[in-house]
């Protein structure tokens, strides 16, 4: 690592850097380092703060890496042209590096919380101390000089992460009276991933107890965002356990989940395979179409992932037919998923889930183990995944114009290409000669979706 220049010292006592993190330190990125000394060189004074500090402790390597600074933002726009302010308000720069951005925030203390999402004001500040008395957990109110090796822990942060506990800074009502979403982020920050659950310290439950109502003013995009984060974690079952049982769940989901049983054990299920949105789908495979509708809708989700997941929860309840005509279709239309809906489904009837508004009582689980071995012993389509026979190729056999009995025609040849993995057009036309296509509906006819 590249010589780092000494910035402005803090105004509290530090404690000299572990190996452990000394060892992390020695390792920063190069874009980094320069953006630290350029920060030093102009008379600032610049710490890595947040969660940085608190991975490095845990011994797992930060996703991004925060700078506080004693310089206010129009200085730092100064020193740095190319920055872009991301958070005018409370003071956020982001510094372009080889490789991506860095927030850099000036310290500040907050004025008075009034609404329980935001501080009227904003004062910069010269002081880490005072920035650091603002922070939400012990955990993540620690800051680390780069240049000296110096970590300053004034909150015993390191002492909570050695016990694995999630306490407040100062007192835990004023923290969530300040912000409610800081609810959501004590469940996130006690997954430790491989280090398993945390548990939260006493006095901070009980605040969250009385004060889960604080979730109500607080915007769902940014209930969104850290839901989000919770279910993407490695023990995301524990967590959501956690909530439903403490009334938490019930402040942004449709219904009461604290007796919701079933399901909440199912999401204890071995889901390292599965993504946030098909996990949240699972969880929701309980409520009707209508539920997960309003629940997507409260919570602002994108049309994309609104999409993922009323798609996902459409295909609860149905399974394929085990011919490997149906399994080739079934695949084809679920790609990478099908094999995670199949485990799924089997999920959820180990758990005695019971599917909203669906039968799922109509197939066992060793139908569904069956259909995921055949999946998984099917050889790959040999057959180009578009249509061999295309609106033009159709309209010249059959003599049928544009419109949506051709449309349909033709996925019906599709869905056969695929079931049967046809490579040329000749047995396409072979098939066709054998299809009642002219008399009869063509609502009717096959199409490639599922559930059918």
Known sequence: ?????????????????????????????????????????????????????????????????????????????????????????????????????????????????????????????MSLRGDLERRDFTINAMAVDVARKVLYDPHDGRTDISRGIIRAVGNAHQRLSEDGLRIMRAYRFADRRGSGVWEIEHSLKQSISQQKHMLDNVSRERIWIEWQKILGGQNSGKIIEKMALEGILDRFLVGEWSNKYLIIDAMKANLDG????????????????????????????????????????????????????SMRKYRFILGEFAEKNLTLGIIILKNNVKINNKKSDHYSIDELEERLEILLELEELKTNVQPLADGNWIMNQTGLTKGIRLGRLKSWLHTIQIERDITNISQIERILSTLSWENSDFNNWPQLKFPP
């Open 274 to 325: 599965f993504d946030k949105l098909e996990k949240f789908a699972l969880l929701l495979s309980i409520c009707s179409e209508k539920e997960v509708e309003i629940i997507c809708s409260n919570l602002k989700l994108s049309k994309r992932d609104r999409e993922t997941i009323q798609s996902i929860h459409m295909m609860f309840g149905a399974i394929p037919e085990k011919s490997k005509q």
């Open 1 to 125: 690592m590249n010589k780092i220049i000494q910035g402005r010292k803090a105004d509290l006592d530090g404690l000299d850097c572990s190996k452990h993190i000394i060892d992390f330190l020695d390792d920063l990125p190069s874009d980094l380092v320069v953006i630290l000394n350029t920060i030093c060189e102009n008379g600032g004074g610049a710490w890595i703060v947040g969660g940085a500090v608190r991975d490095w402790m845990i011994g797992h390597k930060p996703n991004d890496i925060d700078i506080a600074v004693d310089l206010t933002p129009d200085e730092m726009l100064e020193i740095f042209p190319d920055a872009i302010l991301t958070g005018e308000e409370f003071g956020t720069v982001s510094l372009r590096g080889s490789d991506g951005l860095y927030q850099a925030t000036t310290l500040r203390t907050d004025g008075e919380y009034t609404d329980g999402r935001r501080p009227e004001s904003v004062t910069w500040g």
